[in-house]
């Protein structure tokens, strides 16, 4: 069964850092892997889809990366904003059709 | 851009009511999805759907029924809600997982 973690599960930075964000996934054989952000008490907004075939995917200050035969995503956030504190959550899906298995989530917090 | 719109924000019922989220989405989707989001426990699927009278259990399906008569429209049933129904629900939709998925703003349900 496929199993996909986060770390750290929090994070606090002061504006202006650059900031990584991990994901690894226990089972290579994905389809695609998707980075969602996530305010408080509110639904999930996408942010980055890598399919399996490519390596990242870049949209403004948002950098994702994937190497899928050691079962890792990065998220990069450049220049941190405190616009940017939410939970960011990665999520994968083994094929087209099937369900995404999302990992818990990283809590970030940008401080002015 | 798709949008998924659940149809309220909060809901308040008492135990053993019948209640029911509704869920539809405006872009042609073929699959639908029913998650609910509890802290420390993440996102955990519930029921989704390939196609209008379809459905499939997911992880945590007891408690829960849902019916798909249209294809833009899905909607989640607690048959006799619970206590430990209370929970945020999310909606999300995908057409073949290809483009990713795209989720609503949620359903903060409260059972008293």
């Known amino acids: 069964k496929q199993e996909v973690t986060q770390i750290p599960a929090a994070l606090s930075v002061p504006e202006g850092e650059n900031l990584v964000l991990n994901c690894s996934f226990t089972?290579?054989?994905?389809?695609?892997l998707q980075w969602f952000r996530q305010d408080p008490g509110k639904g999930l907004t996408s942010l980055l889809l890598i399919q399996s075939s490519q390596r990242e995917q870049t949209s403004g200050r948002l950098n994702a990366s994937l190497d899928k035969s050691s079962g890792r995503s990065t998220l990069y956030i450049a220049a941190s904003q405190p616009g940017d504190s939410a939970t960011y959550l990665c999520a994968v899906a083994h094929s087209g059709y099937s369900t995404l298995t999302f990992g818990k989530g990283t809590m970030l917090l940008v401080s002015p | 851009d798709v949008k998924v719109t659940q149809s309220s924000r909060y809901l308040v019922k008492r135990t053993g009511e019948k209640v029911f989220l509704e869920c539809v989405q405006d872009?042609?989707?073929?699959?639908m999805f029913w998650y609910r989001q509890d802290p420390g426990l993440g996102l955990r699927l519930i029921y989704f759907?390939?196609?209008?009278?379809?459905?499939e259990k997911g992880d945590i399906p007891e408690g829960y029924s849902v019916s798909r008569e249209k294809k833009e429209r899905f909607s989640l049933i607690l048959e006799s809600a619970s206590t430990n129904q209370t929970s945020m629900y999310l909606c999300a939709s995908s057409s073949s997982g290809a483009y990713g998925y795209t989720f609503g703003s949620g359903t903060r349900l409260t059972v008293v």
């Open positions: 759907s390939y196609d209008v009278k379809m459905k």
């Open positions: 089972d290579s054989a994905i389809y695609n």
């Open positions: 872009m042609d989707h073929e699959n």
